[in-house]
């Protein structure tokens, strides 16, 4: 099909609604949207039925297929555009598999990426970031001080309070040992004296 039968001439017709039909749709007739359009849609088709102003409308076809070979992406460079086809479809036996369907479309993606890298190279441009590179930093230096300061002073803070739950636990721990200490000298004391009395009768 060439370009010519391609853009023919369109009978287009300019969407004129006169006051009174217009008044007919106020919003307040309508429940949605959806049925405000389709009213004025069919008053269109009315007006169209009726014959009412039918514009002709011709189009240039000859400045219409220069324009789109002068868009055509084929005619850029291919860095500008960097687009890649794969050279093999994604091809998949059982379609309700979806790890086949990922590992497919994977590995078609990993084709394209090397491709890309091949190209982007043969283009004469940096793949990667050289290592001497240094971006723009988003906060200045007093910002990232003020941080690092307060990042310290939180690990300090949490550092002296893992501390002090241990003392808290050593002291429990302190007591309780204590206690049993006691207990034992309070027990052993009385054995003894529990033994005087034995040997005295």
Request: glycine letters at 2%; one cysteine or more.
């Amino acid at each position: 099909m060439s370009d010519s039968e391609q853009w023919s001439d369109y009978e287009v017709e300019e969407e004129t609604l006169n006051e009174h039909q217009l008044a007919a749709m106020s919003d307040s007739d309508y429940d949605s949207e959806e049925e405000r359009e389709a009213e004025l849609e069919l008053a269109a088709l009315k007006s169209i039925r009726e014959g009412k102003k039918i514009k002709k409308i011709t189009f240039e076809n000859d400045a219409i297929s220069a324009l789109i070979k002068e868009i055509n992406p084929d005619t850029l460079p291919w860095i500008e555009r960097c687009s890649i086809t794969s050279s093999t479809p994604v091809t998949v036996k059982d379609p309700s598999n979806d790890i086949e369907i990922e590992l497919a479309i994977y590995q078609q993606a990993l084709e394209a990426a090397q491709l890309g890298k091949k190209k982007v190279l043969a283009a004469g441009h940096a793949f990667t970031r050289p290592a001497d590179y240094f971006a723009e930093m988003v906060k200045t230096d007093e910002d990232m001080e003020k941080i690092r300061a307060r990042l310290l002073q939180e690990h300090k803070s949490i550092q002296l309070s893992e501390e002090a739950k241990k003392q808290r636990e050593l002291k429990k721990f302190g007591k309780k040992v204590q206690n049993e200490k006691l207990r034992e000298r309070i027990d052993k004391k009385r054995d003894t004296l529990n033994n005087i009395e034995l040997l005295k009768k």
